[in-house]
C-alpha cells in the first residue's frame, strides 16, 4: 500500500524495557520525522532526518535513539521506556522538508 | 513560552456556523503556515498551507496570515459535522514544523 505506515498501532511495555516503533513511507521522501503528542503539549519533535544516514535532534530527543540506514524506513527506539514516555507517537514524512509533511496513523505507547 | 501558541478551546457551534480558528506566533523567522487536521486516534492530515500574508480560500475553508501581527486565522464557512475534529496550526522555520496544541471543534447538527 502506498503511504506512510507505522507499526504497531498500540503498545503497552515495562518500565526499563527497550521498544522500537517501526515507520515506513512507499514516496521515498527524502525527510521523515518522529513526533510524540500529549495533552497540553500538542505534537513535539523528537527526532528528523533529511535523508539516509542523516539523523537530528528535535525539541524532545531524550531517551530516544533512531536510524535511518534506507530511505524508506526511520525506527524509533526507545533504550529504556520510562513512564514518561507513555504518548501517542507519529512518524512523518515531506518531499523536501519545506513542503507538507504526510503523518501515520499513530502508535499508542503505555509505558507501566 | 512557547513559539506558537493556539487556544485549545473545545470549541461547540451549531452546523453552519461560521467558524474562526487562530493562532500566534512569536518568532518572525516562521515562514510557511500551515493547518492540519486530525479526526480522533487518527494521524493530522495538511488542510491548508500558505507562504506570504493574505487570505487564500479553499471551498469552505479560507487561511488567513497575517505576519506583522504574528497571527494566523483559520475559517470554516458553513460548518457541517464532519468538520468536528482538532485543528492544528503548523509553521516552519528551517527543516522543522512546529505545531500548535490544537483546537478541538464539534460541529453540532
Known amino acids: 500500500d502506498a503511504g506512510i505506515t507505522q507499526s504497531p498501532r498500540y503498545k503497552i511495555t515495562e518500565t526499563g524495557r527497550q521498544v522500537t516503533l517501526m515507520c515506513h513511507q512507499t514516496w521515498s521522501h527524502s525527510y521523515m520525522f518522529w513526533y510524540r503528542q500529549d495533552l497540553g503539549h500538542g505534537l513535539r519533535l523528537i527526532y528528523y532526518?533529511?535523508?539516509?544516514?542523516?539523523?537530528d535532534k528535535g525539541e524532545v530527543p531524550d531517551g530516544y535513539v533512531v536510524s535511518r540506514s534506507k530511505t524508506e524506513n526511520f525506527p524509533l527506539t526507545l533504550e529504556s521506556a520510562t513512564r514518561s514516555q507513555t504518548s501517542v507517537y507519529f512518524c512523518a514524512s515531506s518531499e523536501t522538508g519545506w513542503t507538507e509533511a504526510f503523518f501515520g496513523q499513530g502508535t499508542r505507547l503505555t509505558v507501566v | 513560552q512557547k513559539e506558537v501558541e493556539q487556544d485549545p478551546g473545545p470549541l461547540s457551534v451549531p452546523e453552519g456556523a461560521i467558524v474562526s480558528l487562530n493562532c500566534t506566533y512569536s518568532n518572525s523567522a516562521f515562514q510557511y503556515f500551515m493547518w492540519y487536521r486530525q479526526y480522533s486516534r487518527k494521524g493530522p492530515e495538511l488542510l491548508m498551507y500558505t507562504y506570504s500574508s493574505g487570505n487564500k480560500e479553499d471551498g469552505r475553508f479560507t487561511a488567513q496570515v497575517d505576519k506583522s501581527s504574528k497571527y494566523i486565522s483559520l475559517f470554516i464557512r458553513d460548518s457541517q459535522p464532519s468538520d468536528s475534529a482538532t485543528y492544528l496550526c503548523?509553521?516552519?522555520?528551517?527543516?522543522?514544523?512546529?505545531f500548535g496544541t490544537g483546537t478541538s471543534l464539534t460541529v453540532i447538527p
Open positions: 532526518s533529511a535523508a539516509a544516514d542523516i539523523t
Open positions: 503548523a509553521m516552519m522555520k528551517g527543516n522543522q514544523f512546529y
